[in-house]
T-cell receptor
Framework: DAKTTQPPSMDCAEGRAANLPCNHSTISGNEYVYWYRQIHSQGPQYIIHGLKNNETNEMASLIITEDRKSSTLILPHATLRDTAVYYCIVSRESNFGNEKLTFGTGTRLTIIP | ETGVTQTPRHLVMGMTNKKSLKCEQHLGHNAMYWYKQSAKKPLELMFVYNFKEQTENNSVPSRFSPECPNSSHLFLHLHTLQPEDSALYLC???????????FGPGTRLTVL
């Protein structure tokens, strides 16, 4: 799987948009970009994933650059409950038989009241 | 609630004890996973099961023994553990292997 690079920590004011960057310059054509988050002492929570196109769901938006070498997770209106470690992961889809999610150290996002 | 439950949530055991961790998913998924998360380290994949068959053992010591009796249940049997095995043990499931994974709350294990 391609390696990802994320800033170790970020702060964001409550109510503002939180933009979390991720670099994955060695991503290959069949690899998806996944985002998970882990609130302290809980299991990781799936947020969103995408291949080429930008994606949006009820939790967040995922913006993937045209060359796919980087992406940004956007939490549009951050709340205190969004304080967590956010993981950006690239992984192949199941047809290619790679079931691994390789978690790095992620970005510790702190929402400031 | 993710549809994946784990019991117990906390476990303290001595190095000579034998204990088991249980995971159950109510999502109708076919793949299940065990992960280990030690303090200040990334999550490490331990085992993968797909349709009850083990498809991956990520060089895990034999003192950890997984069991998957059906697609909804996954166990991790523990025996003669070491203090460095203290960690958060997380279970996850996905529709098929490689699909989006949904995690349980984890079992916080302390080995004395």
């Amino acid at each position: 799987d391609a390696k990802t690079t994320q800033p170790p920590s970020m702060d964001c004011a409550e109510g503002r948009a939180a933009n979390l960057p991720c670099n994955h310059s060695t991503i290959s054509g069949n690899e998806y970009v996944y985002w998970y988050r882990q609130i302290h002492s809980q299991g990781p929570q799936y947020i969103i994933h995408g291949l080429k196109n930008n994606e949006t769901n009820e939790m967040a938006s995922l913006i993937i650059t045209e060359d796919r070498k980087s992406s940004t997770l956007i939490l549009p209106h951050a709340t205190l409950r969004d304080t967590a470690v956010y993981y950006c992961i690239v992984s192949r889809e199941s047809n290619f038989g790679n079931e691994k999610l390789t978690f790095g150290t992620g970005t510790r996002l702190t929402i400031i009241p | 609630e993710t549809g994946v439950t784990q019991t117990p949530r906390h476990l303290v055991m001595g190095m000579t004890n034998k204990k088991s961790l249980k995971c159950e998913q109510h999502l109708g998924h076919n793949a299940m996973y065990w992960y280990k998360q030690s303090a200040k380290k990334p999550l490490e994949l331990m085992f993968v099961y797909n349709f009850k068959e083990q498809t991956e053992n990520n060089s895990v010591p034999s003192r950890f023994s997984p069991e998957c009796p059906n697609s909804s249940h996954l166990f991790l049997h523990l025996h003669t553990l070491q203090p460095e095995d203290s960690a958060l043990y997380l279970c996850a499931s996905s529709q098929e292997k490689g699909d989006t994974q949904y995690f349980g709350p984890g079992t916080r294990l302390t080995v004395l």
